[in-house]
């Protein structure tokens, strides 16, 4: 990002923007299986066509997405595959995040624990 000009970090952010929303993130892990249509998507993500048609929208609008009439349907695939690479970087590093904090209070866990074990005297 370093020397970009303000209009092209605004342009990252507004791209990051549309990948932070649940359902846009669902959207796009059913469609790394391959091109879907509306009703599809909505199904998998348990949301309403036009709910789904909306988000996919703004994929598109960030050229994430990319669509397909054929007869009265239309179907979306993914324009770009890189996202899911920085997709998997952001999940793998949440991942560890969670990780960390799991090893953490197992630590504070057992040290709770031993500091409450009863010590007897030595004679």
């Known amino acids: 990002m370093e020397g970009l000009p303000p209009e092209a970090l605004a ?7 549309a990948l932070s929303e649940p359902t846009r ?4 892990n059913q469609l790394r299986r ?7 998507l909505a199904q998998a993500c348990e949301c309403t066509s036009a709910n789904a ?3 996919l929208a703004t994929l598109m609008q960030h050229g994430l997405v990319q669509r397909e009439a ?3 349907a239309v179907y979306y695939r993914i324009a770009d595959d890189s996202v899911y690479a ?9 991942a560890r995040q969670i990780e ?11 040290a709770r624990t031993a500091a409450a074990k ?3 005297r030595a004679a």
């Open 11 to 17: 342009q990252v952010a507004a791209y990051f923007q």
């Open 25 to 28: 993130l669902m959207i796009l």
């Open 34 to 40: 391959g091109e879907r249509n509306v009703g599809d």
């Open 53 to 55: 048609s909306r988000h």
């Open 70 to 72: 054929r007869g009265t």
């Open 86 to 94: 920085l997709c998997d970087l952001v999940c793998g590093s949440i």
């Open 100 to 110: 960390r904090k799991a090893d953490d209070r197992k630590a504070f866990l057992r």
């Open 118 to 120: 009863p010590r007897t």
